[in-house]
């Protein structure tokens, strides 16, 4: 039998349990099973291509295999839980800018001619380039190398051009492939709009644009796939775009926020400023006095955010919850779609703790629980217990679905501060009269609930 044959029929074999593997991800409890499948599937059609009548460079391509595995094997056993959501948007990055390699690669070899393949080319190195430039700016925000946002003067005019200029350069390669000029000029028109589009985006906006970057690295990977010929690619390309737009508009519903508003209109600590003034005091309480109102309460209600995730303290929240429900008080978690700096992210720190997946419970599953819970426990948490996203219309987080932390008998906020949160919006949960503000860092001041939590029971 023809060898390509072999290869296509290795490739079906493979998208079938692509498939398959995303299947199982839409579970937490199957989720593990799911990854493993695809990455085997992925292994299975790297090995078959070297089988494809006509490849050459075998040594080049086995040394950047082990070279990029190598990197990637040690990169994923050191990266710390909480760094997650940076790797995933430098990952990310990499597959965005891998197609538009790709497709550089064949106009320098003068290998494009049919104008619907070099139109295809273009499209995916467009959209590529802004995928790797963009996933750049966002992991260099994640990690803290980019504390800032910065705006342009008339910055969604500076995109709009941007934007048509790099289409229009895109049209004339069509029909001109070999234009070295055209293409170096596109390519770098193409990464600069990526750094543009994402450099003014904010930290509370991040989940949505990670989600974003995802969906445009599978598209740009698809259209690839279709200049090389090559169905893996398509297929990977094709579920990856699809599973990232789809995630994209959850991740914006949850916000309440159009994606355009998302990218036109970022929040951000200086676009954030709209929204009345908030009125009365922050009222501090003690470690002890949380674990009491915790230990002699019949429910808690966990709500973790991303300062959970900065001082690591999953470990010691789930040590904390399972000390209370020792005691007979119930003790489950509440999760916001974007809480964190990724989807999923809270979901992740969990599941690493070791929290039953039945203890983490989604806003729609758990906001009517909130009114018969004695406390709501915030940790690190910010714009999605905001109480003025249902009341302040002139807000720039009204409408966005939040957890009620404020209709608990009683609210706890752990927080490192008293500044306003990523967003920069002034949090009105803090000054409501059954919330007490418990400041330090989550690890700390966990321990030290648990310390008189087991205080408590000696006694």
């Known amino acids: ?68 595995g190598a990197a990637a094997w040690w990169s994923g056993k050191k990266v710390a839980m909480t760094d997650m959501p940076q790797m995933v948007a430098i990952y990310n990055g990499m597959g965005g800018g891998a197609a538009a390699a790709i497709a550089a690669l064949e106009f320098a070899r003068g290998e494009v001619h049919d104008p619907l393949v070099t139109t295809l080319a273009v499209i995916g190195s467009l959209i590529g380039s802004v995928a790797f430039s963009g996933s750049c700016i966002a992991f260099a925000k994640l990690q803290g190398i980019m504390e800032k946002t910065y705006r342009l003067p008339a910055q969604n005019g500076v995109n709009v051009v941007l934007a048509v200029v790099a289409v229009a350069l895109g049209a004339y390669i069509v029909g001109n492939p070999g234009d070295t000029t055209a293409l170096l000029a596109f ?33 740009a990977v698809g259209f690839e796939g279709f ?41 951000t600590g200086a676009a954030a400023g709209g929204g009345e003034a908030v009125t009365g005091t922050m009222k501090e309480t003690s470690a002890l006095d949380a674990a009491s ?10 709500i973790p955010g991303y300062g959970m995730a900065v ?19 119930e003790c489950v978690f509440a999760i916001h779609p974007v809480a964190g700096r990724m989807p999923g992210h809270m979901n992740v ?21 909130f009114p018969q819970a004695d406390v709501a426990l915030v940790i690190g948490a910010n714009d999605v217990v905001n109480p003025v996203a249902r009341t302040d219309k002139s807000s720039p987080i009204y409408g966005m679905p939040i957890l009620d932390a404020d209709r608990a008998q009683n609210c706890i906020v752990i927080k490192r ?5 990523y967003s920069g919006i ?17 690890q700390q001041a966990i321990a030290e609930i648990i310390h008189h939590i087991k205080t408590m029971e000696e006694a």
């Open 1 to 68: 039998m023809d060898a390509k044959v072999l290869v296509n029929a290795a490739y079906f074999a493979v998208a079938v349990v692509f498939i398959l593997g995303l299947k199982a991800m839409s579970s937490p409890l199957t989720a593990r099973k799911g990854i493993v499948w695809a990455g085997y599937a992925m292994i299975a059609a790297t090995v078959v291509t070297f089988a494809w009548p006509g490849m050459a460079n075998y040594g080049l391509m086995a040394a950047a295999i082990a070279i990029g």
């Open 187 to 219: 390519y770098g028109l193409a990464l600069f709009l990526g750094v543009i589009l994402t450099t003014p985006i904010g930290g509370a906006d991040m989940p949505v644009v990670i989600s974003l970057l995802n969906a445009f690295t599978g598209l």
């Open 227 to 267: 200049v090389l010929g090559n169905p893996a690619l398509i297929v990977a390309g094709i579920v990856v775009g699809a599973s990232g737009t789809l995630l994209t508009q959850l991740m914006a519903k949850a916000m309440n926020r159009p994606i355009a508003n998302v990218i036109f209109t970022p929040m």
């Open 293 to 302: 109102m915790m230990r002699f309460g019949s429910k808690v209600i966990v």
């Open 311 to 329: 001082a690591g303290a999953q470990h010691k929240v789930w040590e904390m919850a399972q000390l209370l429900e020792e005691a007979g008080v």
């Open 349 to 369: 720190l969990l599941a690493e703790a070791g929290v039953p997946y039945d203890k983490i419970l989604d806003l729609e599953e758990i906001n009517a629980d």
């Open 417 to 421: 501060g008293k500044g306003a949160g």
């Open 426 to 442: 002034e949090n009105a949960l803090f000054y409501t009269d059954n919330c007490r503000m418990l400041y330090g860092s989550a």
